[in-house]
């Protein structure tokens, strides 16, 4: 196992990272299908259960998305539902050296470190993501407010590896600057935000952590109608629960989400410096 480089990522440790990942989406349908919790596959698993019934050849993690009434409902039963002998929900209420504004899911027993948080000592694992989704306001200043304070916040759990692996100067110092912030104070930031956010209902949701690349709502999110109706989708030979409006979900993503990218594009995004598959 190499670590402080980048590793090759070859087809057979991407393959072995798939399966791993796999069982991690098992195990989350598994608990939300005996507590009626709804979630949805999301981005490029989504597409891949779409266009390739499974994963996308080249794709290197798994994405699922949750209305934040459901995830939270999912967190408590994961206390006593989740194995977890075999899995660990990662989060900042369970992991205090995590630095990221969503859940995952780790797979006990794996080793998966990226490039640049080979000191971190948060939970080690492969791991699929959870966006978590909450409203946004609905007026276009509050929504420019909104988005401001939610890329503060995101730069701030970012700057611990952003000021190590930034190839600009400057944007090493000002990552330096931004983690004078403890951690806690962006994850209160994002908690109070949503709080207030989901008070009452508005025309879009999304996951503060991350930005939607979605032109037709100008990166403020995606349409709250696309969580009213789910269906069945089949991935890797199981079936997970996905938007019933996958179609028009995809094409605000994506466009024409049917044609595959340019071959040089065919490639995993992730860079890691340590990985090692099951080991009990």
Same mark, same amino acid.
């Given at each position: 196992?190499?670590?402080?480089?980048?590793?090759?990522?070859?087809?057979?440790?991407?393959?072995?990272?798939?399966?791993?990942?796999?069982?991690?989406?098992?195990?989350?349908?598994?608990?939300?299908?005996?507590?009626?919790?709804?979630?949805?596959?999301?981005?490029?698993?989504?597409?891949?259960?779409?266009?390739?019934?499974?994963?996308?050849?080249?794709?290197?993690?798994?994405?699922?998305?949750?209305?934040?009434?459901?995830?939270?409902?999912?967190?408590?039963?994961?206390?006593?539902?989740?194995?977890?002998?075999?899995?660990?929900?990662?989060?900042?209420?369970?992991?205090?050296?995590?630095?990221?504004?969503?859940?995952?899911?780790?797979?006990?027993?794996?080793?998966?470190?990226?490039?640049?948080?080979?000191?971190?000592?948060?939970?080690?694992?492969?791991?699929?993501?959870?966006?978590?989704?909450?409203?946004?306001?609905?007026?276009?200043?509050?929504?420019?407010?909104?988005?401001?304070?939610?890329?503060?916040?995101?730069?701030?759990?970012?700057?611990?590896?952003?000021?190590?692996?930034?190839?600009?100067?400057?944007?090493?110092?000002?990552?330096? %600057?931004?983690?004078?912030?403890?951690? =806690? &104070?962006?994850?209160?930031? @994002?908690? $109070?935000? +949503?709080?207030?956010?989901?008070?009452?209902?508005?025309?879009?949701?999304?996951?503060?952590?991350?930005?939607?690349?979605?032109?037709?709502?100008?990166?403020?999110?995606?349409?709250?109608?696309? %969580?009213?109706?789910?269906?069945?989708? =089949? &991935?890797?030979?199981?079936? @997970?629960? $996905?938007? +019933?409006?996958?179609?028009?979900?995809?094409?605000?993503?994506?466009?024409?989400?049917?044609?595959?990218?340019?071959?040089?594009?065919?490639?995993?995004?992730?860079?890691?410096?340590?990985?090692?598959?099951?080991?009990?």
């Amino acid at each position: 196992m190499k670590k402080n480089q980048e590793i090759e990522l070859t087809p057979d440790i991407l393959r072995q990272m798939q399966l791993i990942q796999l069982e991690c989406l098992t195990e989350l349908d598994r608990i939300c299908r005996k507590h009626n919790i709804k979630y949805s596959i999301d981005g490029g698993t989504l597409l891949g259960a779409v266009r390739h019934r499974g994963f996308i050849p080249w794709d290197d993690d798994i994405d699922v998305i949750m209305e934040r009434k459901e995830y939270e409902r999912f967190f408590l039963v994961c206390k006593s539902e989740l194995d977890t002998g075999r899995f660990f929900l990662q989060e900042h209420r369970t992991d205090a050296y995590y630095r990221v504004g969503f859940p995952r899911i780790k797979r006990n027993g794996t080793t998966y470190v990226r490039a640049g948080q080979e000191n971190s000592k948060q939970h080690e694992g492969v791991q699929i993501d959870v966006f978590v989704l909450d409203h946004m306001p609905n007026g276009y200043a509050a929504r420019r407010l909104h988005r401001m304070l939610t890329f503060f916040f995101r730069k701030i759990l970012w700057s611990r590896t952003g000021k190590k692996v930034s190839d600009s100067a400057a944007q090493r110092i000002i990552y330096t %600057l931004l983690d004078l912030f403890p951690a =806690e &104070f962006a994850f209160w930031g @994002f908690d $109070a935000l +949503a709080k207030r956010c989901n008070r009452r209902p508005s025309e879009l949701v999304r996951h503060y952590a991350m930005t939607y690349p979605a032109p037709e709502v100008n990166g403020y999110g995606i349409p709250a109608d696309l %969580l009213n109706t789910f269906t069945e989708l =089949e &991935f890797e030979g199981h079936m @997970f629960q $996905a938007v +019933a409006q996958y179609d028009r979900y995809l094409t605000l993503l994506y466009g024409d989400y049917m044609v595959l990218p340019p071959e040089e594009k065919r490639k995993p995004h992730i860079h890691l410096s340590a990985f090692e598959g099951v080991k009990n």
